[in-house]
């Protein structure tokens, strides 16, 4: 199995204090940088899925990759343009996080690969619980690229949550510990962004 590893910068590129919400600093790194230094660790080769102008990523030493389909229909069109970059690179899957969440495992490629089971499912989803309640994160997941066609086609029919499309295949959910903190905690707001402040510091 060749796995490229995707960051998801989302569709529209949110943004906070007028730049890339992924650039804003926690201690002396951007979230991106985080993100891209964890997922450095597991995979060799990386790409950034993110529209807008590519040359705003310039000092990342990545390829960006645009939507393939347009009109900012969410993160599965990112998992789609994943796709099909590997497709055309000899990658037989890809492994997916968000460009907000810093904190995600290392062992994330590990735990979603789950080498003890008997069959290797063709979606590996990664989950928490919490208060008993089983919280999955779709963002984060492993995808068999052999999925690109048919992707496109529910795309294009409208189907835009990626737990209805992963869930039609049989995704496997994985779950990770919480431990003290939320390994999937991201950053949407400012009072996030303190927080996280707070764990680097805490470190």
């Given at each position: 199995m060749s796995i490229l590893g995707v960051i998801l910068a989302g569709g529209q590129a949110?943004?906070?204090d007028g730049i890339d919400k992924c650039r804003l600093k926690i201690g002396d790194n951007t979230i991106l940088d985080i993100?891209?230094?964890c997922l450095s660790l597991q995979l060799e080769t990386i790409v950034l899925n993110a529209n807008g102008d590519p040359e705003r990523f310039s000092d990342l030493e990545i390829d960006v990759?645009?939507?393939?389909i347009q009109g900012h229909v969410g993160p599965l069109a990112g998992i789609l343009s994943g796709m099909r970059f590997a497709e055309k690179n000899g990658f037989t899957s890809i492994l997916t996080v968000a460009s907000d969440t810093p904190f995600f495992p290392l062992d994330l490629l590990t735990k979603l690969l789950d080498e003890g089971s008997k069959?290797?499912?063709?979606?590996?989803i990664a989950a928490t619980k919490q208060n008993n309640k089983l919280i999955r994160h779709p963002t984060f997941g492993l995808w068999s690229v052999s999925l690109a066609d048919d992707l496109e086609e529910n795309i294009h029919a409208g189907v835009k949550k990626i737990v209805l499309w992963a869930d039609k295949h049989s995704a496997k959910t994985i779950l990770f510990?919480?431990?003290k903190n939320?390994?999937?905690f991201n950053?949407?707001?400012h009072s996030d962004l303190v927080e996280a402040q707070q764990r680097i510091g805490a470190f």
């Open positions: 949110r943004r906070m993100v891209v230094n990759i645009p939507d393939t069959e290797t499912p063709l979606i590996s510990p919480t431990l939320d390994p999937f950053i949407n707001t």
